[in-house]
């Protein structure tokens, strides 16, 4: 059907052509995407409405505990709202890096018995983890909405700190996902590290809270800034952004990226030979 | 003539851990071997890594092309590195060293319903399963009916296929498979799948798809199916090339090589020598003892070479040797029983004449015709009997003698071109008429 083009396969050749071929499976990424948004409510008693439940409830009971509790500051914003624009990028990172760590084992059955480049199933599970985060999205603006809340044009900015977020998610995904090929510990791992850094993370709290001597070590974190850039476009505080968290951020998201692009690249030949 | 596939010096090699069970290894021991080194001295070390890293080798220094068009069969047994030499060309492992050159769009089937989800339904399986072997959507959509109508279940289309019975799964899960349409297509043995009938319409459909000029890469235990599909045989034995050429030939060696090594041992008896204690005796209530005993005994060809292979086209010859311990009171008559493989009687087989009854050493022989016995493994159990004796059995020896009929590159002319199996015990050549009535 096509006209014949000649594949050379030897040690190490795989890199030839990589983006092109990449391109070239694209349907299936997108089928299984689209297998995993339509098999996970499956079987389910209320379906997709987990997208909804889930960070709905989590919002209420950090309302619960850091708001009326322990009675943090919430810099004149309804907490609940503090708490949900923290939380959003938070889930939506935490989910995207659980998944991509696991979605090569996932589909080890797939690796080893058909051809494709291996980046299509972490970047299929990272496209349903978007979609699951666009449909948060219109809770949020439900939110604003109920709490008559209106953002001004800095909104604009929210989909580039959101891109920063799929962006450290994937980076960190790669390489989680390669690794838990060959060491299956990451898959206990990963859940661990999540837990904890919800803590670390202004979820549940704003940024302001931590004492200025902490707030660079607090930075290093790159998720702090990203969710910090969410606040300040979704809530418009007065607060002026830190920038030194924001570089972090930035950088660190390109950093672990390009790193984990290439450590995934470098392992992917051998994946069906391990996993 | 411009080839398709080019392979050269191809190796793969594997690291096989034995430090521990599973390939996976814990990062653990990775974590904890900058500390062991402090522990030990370097020497211990590397004497510790060759013993727990074993390579394996599971091509060397493989060679071949396949032309445009041509449909080759790869053949060896297990861990021979067929299913390696598969990944490779599929592109789902890389190899260690050499190359292969592909000319063409390749699919590759190494089992089918890749990716199928149980919780989705047919339809969306289709499509899905479509997607992953590299079938664009518009594609899928345009042979849908057909494929639907070629895997019959056209009920269920929207039923999970977890609820699909076993059959039904892997019929929808071939037929998305069936309708690809590659300049190369790669097929593991995947075509024994479903009942009889569907089986036949696969193999129909195989052969509809691989004749059309397409290359055909195909693995298979089965002869018959090879013989049938191909033109050509990669016969490969431990990573290793052993021929490449006709399928009859390559096929015939290998049935060969498989006979002698693995199964000539454990399996094949041309011969026996009688041993108390020790071989299987058959003793019931019409057992004699003390009259006579059994010495020993073969298989032979008509040019007295003692073997367990026979041709099916040759007669050959069965022999005991026996002991009359005493002078017997009564007529000795030496028989012998034809067993299949399953243990079934074929047939006894008696002399014609009396035979001596004074005491002395005697022996048997039964001359066996070809084409008597079809294809296959038999038995044979040497008896003595006296009938007219209140215990007339004075040796029964089950299993005696183990055999195999052979058909070498499907000899027979009365086949008609049919390469497939012949069943049955006996392929006798009887005479037939074909008279015209008109």
Redesign the interface.
């Known amino acids: 059907m096509s006209s014949p083009s000649e594949i050379v396969i030897s040690n190490g050749m795989t890199s030839k052509g990589y983006w092109q071929d990449f391109w070239r499976h694209r349907e299936m990424l997108l089928f299984l995407a689209w297998r995993d948004i339509l098999v996970r409510y499956k079987q389910t008693l209320v379906g997709a409405s987990w997208v909804i439940i889930r960070p709905l409830l989590t919002m209420l009971v950090f309302t619960m505990v850091f708001g009326r509790i322990a009675k943090l500051p919430s810099n004149d914003v309804p907490y609940p709202l503090l708490v949900f624009s923290g939380m959003l990028p938070w889930f939506f990172f935490s989910s995207a890096l659980t998944e991509c760590s696991n979605s090569l084992v996932g589909n080890s059955n797939l690796l080893s018995k058909v051809y494709f480049p291996r980046l299509i199933v972490p970047a299929s599970t990272l496209l349903v983890c978007v979609v699951d985060y666009l449909i948060s999205c219109l809770l949020l603006l439900a939110m604003l909405v109920w709490y008559a809340h209106w953002p001004d044009w800095r909104i604009l900015l929210l989909p580039i700190f959101s891109l920063f977020a799929a962006i450290i998610a994937f980076g960190l995904g790669l390489w989680a996902a390669a690794l838990n090929v060959r060491y299956r510990d990451f898959r206990h791992l990963i859940p661990f590290v999540l837990q904890l850094g919800i803590y670390v993370s202004p979820v549940g709290y704003a940024t302001t809270l931590i004492p200025e001597k902490w707030r660079f070590l607090y930075s290093l974190n790159p998720l702090v800034g990203v969710i910090d850039g969410f606040r300040w476009s979704l809530l418009g505080q007065e607060s002026h952004i830190y920038w030194p968290s924001l570089l972090i951020s930035v950088v660190g998201s390109v950093l672990v990226l390009v790193t984990g692009l290439r450590y995934f690249r470098k392992s992917e030949a051998g994946f069906a030979d391990v996993i | 003539m411009s080839y398709?596939i080019k392979v050269e010096n191809l190796s793969k090699r594997?690291l096989i851990n034995h430090g521990n069970s599973g390939?996976?290894?814990?990062?653990?021991e990775?974590l904890a071997k900058p500390f062991a080194r402090f522990k030990k001295q370097q020497e211990e070390i590397e004497v510790e890594e060759a013993r727990s890293v074993e390579q394996f080798w599971a091509l060397k220094d493989v060679s071949f092309e396949v032309g445009e068009g041509q449909r080759i069969a790869i053949i060896g047994g297990n861990g021979a590195g067929k299913s390696t030499l598969l990944?490779?060309?599929?592109?789902?492992?890389?190899?260690?060293?050499?190359?292969?050159?592909?000319?063409?769009?390749?699919s590759?089937l190494?089992?089918v319903g890749?990716?199928f989800?149980p919780?989705?339904t047919g339809r969306?399986n289709i499509?899905?399963n479509g997607?992953?072997?590299?079938m664009?959507?518009n594609e899928i959509k345009k042979k849908f009916d057909q494929i639907v109508q070629f895997s019959g279940v056209e009920k269920f289309l929207d039923t999970?296929v977890k609820h699909y019975s076993s059959g039904m799964y892997v019929r929808l899960a071939f037929s998305v498979s069936a309708w690809l349409?590659p300049?190369i297509l790669i097929v593991d043995e995947v075509l024994s799948v479903g009942d009889q009938a569907f089986q036949k319409r696969c193999a129909d459909r195989m052969k509809e798809l691989t004749g059309d000029g397409r290359t055909v890469i195909f693995v298979s235990h089965s002869m018959a199916a090879v013989k049938s599909m191909c033109e050509k045989a990669l016969y490969l034995k431990s990573g290793e090339v052993v021929s490449y050429g006709p399928v009859e030939e390559g096929a015939a060696e290998y049935v060969r090589t498989v006979m002698d090594e693995s199964e000539g041992a454990s399996w094949h008896a041309p011969e026996f020598v009688f041993e108390q204690g020790k071989t299987e005796l058959y003793v019931d209530s019409q057992s004699s003892t003390g009259y006579a005993q059994c010495i020993s005994g073969k298989v032979c060809k008509h040019t007295g070479e003692v073997t367990s292979f026979l041709s099916i086209n040759e007669p050959f010859t069965v022999k005991m040797r026996y002991q009359l311990l005493v002078d017997i009171p009564s007529e000795v008559v030496p028989n012998f029983h034809f067993y299949d493989d399953s243990g079934t009687r074929f047939f006894i087989s008696f002399p014609d004449k009396s035979s001596p009854t004074a005491k002395g050493i005697y022996e048997a022989e039964c001359q066996l015709p070809a084409f008597l016995f079809n294809t296959g493994r038999f038995t044979m159990m040497p008896v003595l009997s006296s009938y007219a004796m209140s215990t007339p059995i004075h040796f029964a020896l089950p299993n005696a003698l183990k055999f195999e009929i052979v058909e070498p590159n499907n000899l027979d002319t009365r086949r008609h071109g049919w390469g497939g199996a012949l069943p049955g015990f006996s392929r006798p050549r009887l005479d037939w008429t074909i008279s015209s009535l008109n």
């Open positions: 398709s594997y390939s996976a290894r814990s990062i653990r990775v990944k490779i060309l599929s592109r789902i492992t890389e190899p260690t060293s050499g190359s292969v050159s592909i000319r063409g769009k390749v590759s190494l089992e890749t990716g989800h919780e989705l969306e499509f899905l997607a992953i072997l590299g664009p959507r999970p349409d300049d």
